[in-house]
Nanobody, 124 residues
Framework: HVQLVESGGCSVQAGGSLILSCSSS???????MGWFRQAPGKEREGVAS???????IYADSVKDRFTISRDNPKKSLYLQMNSLKPEDSAMYYC???????????????????WGQGTQVTVLS
């Protein structure tokens, strides 16, 4: 398994923006990568994922506000978050799958490598 390390989480006012980054210890050229989040007392939910060819999918709750992107030579994944809301507050996780590289998915069970998470808190 590759190691994934997230960064960029912090406290921000509602309506603000934030960029999360995820760095991989290995190449990601052919991998499906995604962002997930988990708030206290809630299940982990998929936020966005991006295939090796750049195709993206988003959860309805973040569509038109969040943008996922990747930089394969830098082995990095990003999440641009705009118009943040208090309900976006959660621990955000970066994830990767090689087994399901071909799949358009936001299911956490499809991803086999995970980072430790970075906390995002949106203040009202």
């Amino acid at each position: 398994h590759v190691q994934l390390v997230e960064s960029g989480g912090c406290s921000v006012q509602a309506g603000g923006s934030l960029i999360l980054s995820c760095s991989s210890s290995g190449d990601i050229y052919n991998d499906l990568m995604g962002w997930f989040r988990q708030a206290p007392g809630k299940e982990r939910e998929g936020v966005a994922s991006i295939c090796a060819n750049g195709y993206t999918i988003y959860a309805d709750s973040v569509k038109d506000r969040f943008t996922i992107s990747r930089d394969n030579p830098k082995k990095s994944l990003y999440l641009q978050m705009n118009s943040l809301k208090p309900e976006d507050s959660a621990m955000y996780y970066c994830a990767l799958t090689r087994r399901f590289y071909w799949k358009d998915t936001l299911s956490s069970t499809d991803f086999e490598s995970w980072g430790q998470g970075t906390q995002v808190t949106v203040l009202s």
